[in-house]
């Protein structure tokens, strides 16, 4: 498997394509602020051919870019149906502060969704560009927050993402974590929709399963992996930390 990815302009949500090989097809997951133009030189570069859009949540910074995607390549997005709204009024999922911040950007405007989606649900299977997702309904960022699970077999790793490619290499299986689970710390459970108490139930029932071995593509900062999180990440120590902080 081939994986390359890069952080947006603004947020600094990772932005990640994933494909058989170099020279195949791919799938994009969570094409942030104003990420269009370099998708497509890294789609360029690595003579790949986009077949969907995946969306682990709905929040605006990582899907403000998912309609000029979309067009250009003419493929659906997939989203949680809990969290479909956010992608004709990204609004709803957002603090005031951070509507004010979106505002505030050189380019502020988001387009409505695309005009195929699909909806996902927990435990779906998805086939698309030769790869097998499972897809993990793990709310408490948001309501339909999911994450990504497909096997390892990493092979080749491009573009901007960080140092490390032994871990996805060696790595049993891979998970695109979205915001619920960060090197370190998970997504933040005070904007409309989140829940501490949901995310600390996702943390136990969907992340502390998963093997060490499983490398985490998180939606923000550097790659990690479970075994890692597991010995130092407080919120896997102890997820009931969310619901009396």
């Given at each position: 498997?081939?994986?390359?990815g890069?952080?947006?302009?603004?947020?600094?949500?990772?932005?990640y394509?994933?494909?058989?090989?170099?020279?195949?097809?791919?799938?994009?997951?969570?094409p942030?602020?104003?990420?269009?133009?370099?998708?497509a030189?890294?789609v360029?570069?690595?003579?790949?051919?986009?077949?969907?859009?995946?969306?682990t949540?709905?929040?605006?910074?990582?899907?403000?870019?998912?309609?000029?995607?979309?067009?250009?390549?003419?493929?659906?997005?997939?989203?949680h149906?809990?969290?479909?709204?956010?992608?004709?009024?990204?609004?709803?999922?957002?603090?005031?502060?951070?509507?004010a911040?979106?505002?505030q950007?050189?380019?502020g405007?988001?387009?409505t969704?695309?005009?195929?989606?699909?909806e996902?649900?927990?435990?779906?299977t998805?086939?698309?560009?030769?790869?097998?997702?499972?897809?993990?309904?793990?709310?408490?960022?948001?309501?339909?927050?999911?994450?990504?699970?497909?096997p390892?077999?990493?092979?080749?790793v491009?573009?901007?993402?960080?140092?490390?490619?032994?871990?996805?290499?060696e790595?049993?299986?891979?998970?695109?974590?979205?915001?619920?689970?960060?090197?370190?710390?998970?997504?933040r459970?005070?904007?409309?929709?989140?829940?501490a108490?949901?995310?600390?139930?996702?943390?136990?029932?969907?992340?502390?399963?998963?093997?060490d071995?499983?490398?985490?593509?998180?939606?923000?900062?550097?790659?990690t992996?479970?075994?890692?999180?597991?010995?130092?990440?407080?919120?896997?120590?102890?997820?009931?930390?969310?619901?009396?902080a």
């Amino acid at each position: 498997m081939f994986v390359a990815g890069f952080p947006s302009a603004a947020f600094g949500t990772n932005c990640y394509l994933l494909a058989p090989a170099i020279g195949e097809q791919c799938v994009i997951v969570d094409p942030g602020y104003r990420v269009a133009d370099e998708l497509a030189e890294v789609v360029a570069e690595f003579r790949l051919r986009p077949v969907a859009v995946l969306l682990t949540h709905g929040h605006i910074d990582h899907t403000f870019s998912v309609v000029p995607v979309c067009k250009a390549n003419d493929v659906p997005a997939y989203v949680h149906s809990a969290d479909r709204a956010m992608l004709a009024d990204p609004t709803i999922g957002l603090s005031p502060e951070l509507v004010a911040a979106l505002h505030q950007l050189p380019d502020g405007t988001v387009e409505t969704e695309p005009a195929d989606v699909a909806e996902l649900s927990d435990g779906a299977t998805l086939s698309l560009a030769g790869l097998t997702l499972t897809v993990d309904h793990a709310p408490g960022h948001t309501e339909g927050s999911v994450m990504f699970r497909l096997p390892g077999g990493v092979r080749r790793v491009g573009a901007q993402l960080p140092p490390g490619a032994a871990e996805l290499v060696e790595a049993s299986e891979v998970c695109l974590a979205g915001d619920v689970l960060f090197a370190g710390s998970v997504g933040r459970v005070d904007m409309p929709g989140g829940s501490a108490a949901a995310m600390a139930d996702s943390l136990r029932r969907r992340v502390l399963p998963l093997a060490d071995t499983v490398a985490v593509l998180p939606g923000h900062g550097p790659h990690t992996t479970i075994g890692r999180e597991r010995r130092t990440n407080p919120y896997l120590l102890d997820p009931g930390v969310l619901t009396t902080a």
